[in-house]
């Protein structure tokens, strides 16, 4: 892990510190920088490439300004068919480091109100015929503010993801604070580790666990609730309403096996959607399960409830940027490691984008790309350079 130091006069660069990084090339092949590189590929990420080989055609269009930017005057521009190459070798668990000790958000242990979310994100373009499952990042992101916390790879089938987040959750201390999963995390050895790290979770259930979601359907048509919040919302040419209903289970009965999981709450989320030019109307009733009292008395705890599971639905949605605005999904690659490190170095465009408080993305994009002395002065300010 690369130690920072609390003075900004004697901080490394994120750029300086990627020349910490593993090398497992003969001296040849040190000859391209690989810090040139790997720095070059977050800058053009940065201003909305995506593919290899729209990567590379930046490399060497900017090329000059990059070696002015980065202070490397010498450094020399990785060929098209070497970028993959040299993506490949890249350590990620040191490259990971690198960038979560400069760019990563740590939580201290008195924020107690903060919400996290963690949620597994598909690299489709590592999906073959053979490998249908593809690789994957696993990813914790605060609620409010959407800053990324840790990062971590996947491979395997999709159930890796469970035992993944449980390591994550141990690491990063998450398993101490406050959390929202989604239903794959509905197991009695993840609710407990929780519980019994003092944290507070809230999981969906949906049909992986059939019995439990069926116990819950039963107490919300039959069980008096705690309380109630309704929420309207119009925009995007939609109309949406939201009930959450609020239902105690500490005096349920539940299998054994969820003896140490700390059920407290049951949170029902009924949504119905108008989509006003059509006037078609969807509704979806939800039910989510925390370790956390919902008191009738205590409302402040019910709104608590309530606004993180609508938050966890905004995190997953940052999805939607890696694939359209960074264009993940649309970057075919057959070397698993490389998808890592590419997935790695969206991550932290996604980090640094965060620091302006950029509400439209690709527009922040553009105008890195429009206006390089802005991009230049950003790079500066946020230590990447």
Known sequence: MIHQTNDPEQAATFIKDLGNLSDPRDNRGKRLDL???????????????????SIHRYMENRADWIRKTIEKPKAKVVSRAHLPRMLVIVDLDELNDIVEGHFGVRLEVDDRDEWSAIDGKTLRGTTNAKNKQGERTLLATTHAERNILAQRPMSGPKSSEITAARE???????????????????????????????????IQAKDNQKELKKQFEHLFASEKPLGVISTTEQGHGRYEARKGTFIALKEVDFDDRWEDSGFQSLIVMERQTIRIARQKVSSETSYYVSNQKADEAQHSEQSSLF?????????ESDNWIRDVTLGEDQVKTKHANQAHVMA??????????????????????????????????????TGFV
């Not at 810090?35 to 080989?53: D, E, Q, Y």
């Not at 994550?168 to 519980?195: C, F, M, S, V, Y």
């Not at 606004?307 to 995190?315: D, S, T």
Request: overall charge positive; hydrophobic content about 40%.
């Open 307 to 315: 606004n993180a599971v609508r938050r966890h639905w905004g995190v």
């Open 35 to 53: 810090a040139f590189t790997i720095g070059s590929s977050v800058l053009a990420i940065l201003s909305g490439r995506s593919k290899v080989s």
């Open 168 to 202: 994550l959750l141990r690491e990063t201390g998450l398993e101490k604070k406050k959390t929202t999963l989604d239903a794959l995390h509905l197991n009695p050895t993840t609710t407990a580790q929780i519980n019994l790290a003092g944290g507070i979770y809230i």
């Open 344 to 381: 790695c170095l969206r991550t932290l465009a996604m980090r640094l984008l965060r620091k302006t408080n950029a509400k439209n993305f690709q527009a922040t994009i553009e105008t890195f790309s429009d206006c390089p002395d802005r991009f230049e002065t950003f790079l500066h300010q």
